[in-house]
Nanobody, 122 residues
Framework: QVQLVESGGDSVQAGGSLTLSCAASAYTFSSMAWFRQAPWKQREGVACIGGISSTRYANSVRGRFTISRNYAKNILDLQMNSLEVEDTAMYYC??????????????????WGQGTQVTVSS
């Protein structure tokens, strides 16, 4: 049974930074991604990393967030800079047998973590 465990969520002020981490119990995924869900909104893809460390980002975070993967330790990170109030959400780690695409289709992701809360205040 694959488990994904997120950590690093916190409350920060706008303009601040946070790094989220996701520890995976196994490493057989073609790609891993971060999604987020704000209250009363649909879950949306934030960033994805696949083979040869190819990456995809949502337009709303490109240039501010960086996704990285430590293959030796089975850890996925999301470095978030210049945080905005609109970044407030529960952030989820997900793993997929498929490559990243630009659509962040959640149905392509087989495994999900429980989430870690990020709250950005003005």
């Amino acid at each position: 049974q694959v488990q994904l465990v997120e950590s690093g969520g916190d409350s920060v002020q706008a303009g601040g930074s946070l790094t989220l981490s996701c520890a995976a119990s196994a490493y057989t995924f073609s790609s891993m991604a971060w999604f987020r869900q704000a209250p009363w909104k649909q879950r949306e893809g934030v960033a994805c990393i696949g083979g040869i460390s190819s990456t995809r980002y949502a337009n709303s975070v490109r240039g501010r967030f960086t996704i990285s993967r430590n293959y030796a330790k089975n850890i996925l990170d999301l470095q978030m800079n210049s945080l905005e109030v609109e970044d407030t959400a529960m952030y989820y780690c997900a793993a997929s047998p498929f490559a990243c695409n630009s659509y962040f289709d959640p149905t392509r992701y087989t495994y999900w973590g429980q989430g870690t809360q990020v709250t950005v205040s003005s």
